[in-house]
């Protein structure tokens, strides 16, 4: 399987590609704003690339509950960031909003991939990435962004058909729109709109995702699943969230959005290693 991110081309059928988080936002579940200073974040984007990530991805509002962020603050957020590290750093940058404007313009800075939790809620995203050349990123939802879903149903309680529906829709929206395959990944968005107990399902099924035909990102790090069935703190799930790593890669995943990029993209090589000497 090949995934194309800018003018780069990957090959992905044993390789997992690591993406590294930087959140400029105060109110980050994980960090808690640690990096919301643009020194910080830039500096932590450099670690994360020293360390082994292969796309940074630059976020400015949280996708949990909060205070309303409006587009102007959002791009306020992330523009800067992106423009700097776009001339600091030699890998490719997403930006992780559900906005199309936000989108355009972080296109613009110099990101080419659009990391879009909301399923695409925004009618213009698809176009306005498909008029970049931009990688998207299709993530189930069952809401919206920021909107509380603590007891999330689904027909005949099978959350894995509802995913998998809701993504091959997503793709071929984005298709439609005129973005090759190689561009479009898939989220399962755990968490997002799932019980604990949905998530572990969804993760168990990644390889049914991975069957769906286009790239599958997995973002499991340090995530309230792992924390409920493990009774772990948000700073205590870093070997939990390796260990879904490992589970999601040897399924299938392609693409690994982590917190610790070196201790993930050590896991990633191993798995390599493994699958290309079968």
């Known amino acids: 399987m090949e995934l194309r991110v800018g003018d780069r081309a990957y090959d992905v059928t044993t390789r997992a590609l690591v993406m590294g988080i930087v959140n400029r936002t105060p109110d980050s579940f994980f960090d808690q704003g640690r990096y919301f200073d643009m020194d910080a974040s830039l500096k932590l984007a450099e670690q994360l690339v020293n ?3 292969d796309i940074i991805d630059v976020g400015g509002v949280k996708a949990g509950p909060g205070p309303e962020v409006g587009a102007e603050e959002e791009l306020e957020r992330v523009i800067p960031a992106i423009e700097a590290l776009h001339a600091r750093i030699d890998v490719p940058l997403s930006v992780d909003t559900w906005r199309a404007e936000v989108a355009r313009q972080a296109y613009a800075a110099g990101a080419v991939v659009g990391n879009d939790i909301s399923g695409f809620g925004d009618p213009d995203y698809l176009a306005v990435s498909a008029e970049a050349g931009a990688t998207v990123v ?3 939802i069952r809401l919206k962004p920021r909107v509380r879903d603590p007891e999330p149903e689904y027909p005949n309680g099978d959350v894995v058909t509802a ?3 809701f993504l091959v829709g997503r793709a071929k929206q984005a298709e439609h729109a005129g973005i090759a395959p190689a561009r479009i990944v898939l989220d399962a968005g755990l968490d997002l709109g799932k019980t604990w107990e949905q998530s572990l399902e969804l993760l ?3 390889d049914r995702l991975a069957d769906l035909g286009y790239p599958l990102l997995l973002s499991a790090s340090n995530k309230t699943f792992l924390g409920r ?3 772990l703190e948000i ?3 870093n070997e939990a ?4 790593t490992a589970i999601g890669v040897t399924l299938g995943c392609r ?3 982590a917190h610790d990029v070196r201790g993930t993209r050590r896991v990633c090589d191993v798995l390599a290693a493994v699958m290309e000497a079968a």
Do not use: P, Q
């Open 241 to 244: 969230s390796l260990g879904a």
């Open 204 to 206: 168990r099924a990644s």
């Open 51 to 53: 360390d082994g990530a």
């Open 138 to 140: 299709a993530t189930h």
């Open 235 to 237: 700073d205590e799930r």
């Open 163 to 165: 995913v998998c529906d």
């Open 229 to 231: 069935f493990l009774e």
């Open 255 to 257: 693409i690994v959005r």
